[in-house]
């Protein structure tokens, strides 16, 4: 199948809980958290979506010709592109059901890793969300990066221990996951968190840890004073907070601020290699992509992943050849300019 195919097997099996729009935009489907989409009005998602919209590509064929490098290296791991799977979790709320939390993490680790980057997984109201990806994440000799929530620290430390055994080369906290009033309502409270707390996660393990869920510059040298490898600027795609700025409109003053001290990556909205260059172009090191590499997921398995991986690369390569860019670090902010 190919990639317009897949699409339309994804729509005959997730209508109508994702409609598989043509633009995945938030519009469809805003308002729908549990669901696909974003809190409240949506426009959190709508504007992640559509700010990339207004960043436009210099465009630059004069230079030695050569080709794009998108390799990349992440603690210490070489990826083949700056490009990660988003986490997702919930199959049950938010997907109705349609597919096991086991084989949607089995589809998205295992798709991942055959395109030489790797999948973030999730974490939440029920402990399979967790647990279910694990033996996704240990077939492919812990070669994904397992996302908690912000538990009280003494769980955190319990799951840190569980996911060390995994080998994984990093784990992550979607610390705007406190914001998830039904996790409380489930009896499974998750707490804002400190930079002394955050520090005390840093030293209790020897994984790099990555702090998901920064909107703003204090936020980002708060989670940097901590001495985590990396933030990534996300608003959770726009479900726990309506009415945010776009992740990649806040990045580049973000990244000017820490951009020195750890590493940046962004999600929300990212659709196609041209989007990942733009992000890396405003100060990103690398992308989360989550919604559309789930309909891939539904549509074509673990192929369908991988298939869409290798896209988002292909079009990065072709932004990268049309900008005179042969390497990812020649992604400069000089290569975009952001109009009304
Ligand atoms: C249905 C759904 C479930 C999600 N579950 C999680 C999760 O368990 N942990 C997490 O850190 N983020 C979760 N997210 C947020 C994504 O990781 C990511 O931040 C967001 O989807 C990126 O935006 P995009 O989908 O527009 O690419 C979820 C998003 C959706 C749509």
Known sequence: MDYNQIREVAKEILTPTCLVCRECNGVACRGQVPGVGGKGTGNSFIRNYDFLTRVKVVMDTIYEHGDQDTEVEFFGHDFAAPIFVAPIGGMDVNYKNLITEAEYTDRVVKGAVAAGIAAFTG???????????????????????????????????????IIEDLNVPAFAMDIDSAGLTH????????????VDDFRE???????????????????????????????????????????????????????????????????????????????????????????????????????????????????????????????IKDITYDKVVVVK
């Open 183 to 194: 996790l409380a309502k489930s009896g499974k409270p998750v707490y804002s968190k400190t």
């Open 123 to 161: 974490d939440g109201a029920n402990d399979d969300y967790f647990n279910a990806p694990l033996a996704a994440i240990a077939d492919v000799k812990g070669m994904a990066i397992p996302t908690l929530k912000p538990w009280k620290q003494e769980n955190v430390i319990n799951k840190i221990r």
């Open 201 to 327: 996660i840093v030293q209790s393990t020897d994984l790099p840890f990555i702090i998901k869920g920064v909107m703003s510059v204090e936020g980002a040298i708060k989670a940097a004073d901590s001495g985590c490898y990396g933030i990534v600027v996300s608003n959770h795609g726009g479900r726990c907070l309506d009415n945010t700025l776009a992740t990649c409109e806040v990045l580049h003053s973000i990244s000017l601020a820490v951009g020195d001290r750890v590493k940046i990556f962004v999600d929300g909205g990212i659709r196609t290699g041209a989007d990942v260059f733009k992000a890396l172009a405003l100060g990103a090191d690398g992308v989360l992509i989550g919604r559309t590499f789930t309909i891939m997921a539904f549509g074509g398995g673990i192929d369908g992943v991988e298939l869409y991986a290798n896209k988002l690369i292909a079009e990065l390569k072709d932004t990268m050849l049309m900008t005179g860019c042969k390497s």
